[in-house]
């Protein structure tokens, strides 16, 4: 075993006993071996076949805990890509309208149109509205002639408050008996967790994985400085572009399903990063366990504090997020000093 997979054991190993937890904790505590039971009899029995027990293991609390772990390592992977090709330590999918295109695109499904296209009607809607953001920063951009990390940061922020103004509009305009529900939806939640969707989350994690490892030597050249990478025979500026693009994809997928979930992606690299360092080979995977653990452990946490109720898991996110930042900030301050 190499020196990055003894790293990773530890983490691997919290991983799963935080999706244990995450598949027998809920309303009705079940044990671990009627948990496991469940799950194998699911796999093999037909919706008419399955007993309550089997419905709530494996049509509810299993795809859920997957759903957190897949798209929680999907935003963080997200995150040290958009921080390496941007040199800031502060990207995220939010800081670029990402996240708020999507958001208008389900908020105006949520209080306009309804659901016309059935159960995938508001992902649709979302990963369409993420698209259109990620496509507008792209055009200002280029319309600019420049890739510079500033350039596409200030665009990101301009396209951000634009849709964040959409959306507020359509939540004043629109039917207030949907409030709830947009409220619910914009700050983050795994209740549209289905088989069904499954695939789409997983294939917007294996897009920004792939992709960023395939290309991990030259985001390695990024964290040098563009003149440097350029001399290596680096396409920086096509480089720039293409790992937005993907990172806005991924985003959007993982948006359509889960909502608005911050401060996942502003997170993780600099936990990833202090664990095994800045080169993107050994840190892309850590910030994917880091991140499938974070969320997990996140959506846990909004099951606990309102018991039984539920929190939006992005309530949970952004207050571990807040204070994340405010330690960030005092480190910062301290090395300077």
């Known amino acids: ?11 691997a190993a919290i991983l799963v006993a935080l999706l244990l937890v995450s598949t027998i904790y809920g309303t009705t505590s079940i044990p671990v071996s009627d948990a496991f039971g469940a799950i194998g009899l699911g796999i093999g029995l037909n919706d008419g076949d399955m007993s309550p027990l089997h419905r709530i293991v494996f049509d509810l609390r299993l795809p859920r805990t997957l759903f957190a772990a897949v798209i929680g390592a999907g935003l ?25 295109g999507a958001a ?6 949520i209080t306009v149109t309804g659901d016309i296209l059935g159960f995938w009607t508001l992902p649709l809607a979302a990963f369409c509205g993420g698209l259109v953001a990620s496509g507008i920063v792209l055009a200002l951009v280029h319309g600019l002639r420049t890739s510079a990390p500033e350039k596409l940061i200030l665009a990101g922020l301009a396209v951000s408050f634009l849709f964040s103004a959409i959306t507020n509009y359509l939540i004043f305009a629109g039917d207030s008996r949907a409030a709830h529900s947009v409220i619910f939806w914009m700050l983050g939640g795994l209740g549209l967790a289905r088989w069904e969707t499954f695939p789409l989350v997983s294939t917007g994690l294996f897009l920004i994985l792939i992709y960023s490892l395939y290309r991990s030597r030259w985001l390695d050249a990024l964290l040098i400085g563009d003149l440097t990478a350029a001399t290596w025979g680096v396409p920086v500026h096509g480089l720039r572009y293409s790992m937005f693009f993907v990172a806005a994809l991924a985003t959007a997928v993982f948006v359509s399903v889960a909502g608005v979930i911050g ?10 990063r202090g664990i095994v360092g800045p080169l993107h080979r050994q840190l892309l995977p850590t910030a994917a366990i880091v991140g499938a653990g974070l969320l997990t452990g996140s959506d846990i946490l909004s099951r606990l504090l309102l018991a039984p109720q539920e929190l939006p898991v992005g309530i949970v996110t952004t207050s571990i997020g807040s204070v994340f930042v405010f330690l960030l900030l005092q480190k910062t301050a301290s090395a300077k000093s």
């Not at 075993?1 to 983490?11: F, Y």
């Not at 502060?90 to 708020?100: H, I, M, N, T, V």
């Open 104 to 109: 208008a695109g389900a908020v105006f499904v």
């Open 263 to 272: 401060f996942v992606g502003l997170m993780v690299p600099h936990i990833a």
């Open 1 to 11: 075993m190499g020196r990055l997979g003894l790293m990773l054991l530890p983490g």
């Open 76 to 100: 963080g992977i997200v995150g040290v890509v958009l921080q390496t090709t941007t040199r800031n330590d502060l990207a995220d999918p939010f800081l670029f309208g990402l996240s708020s």
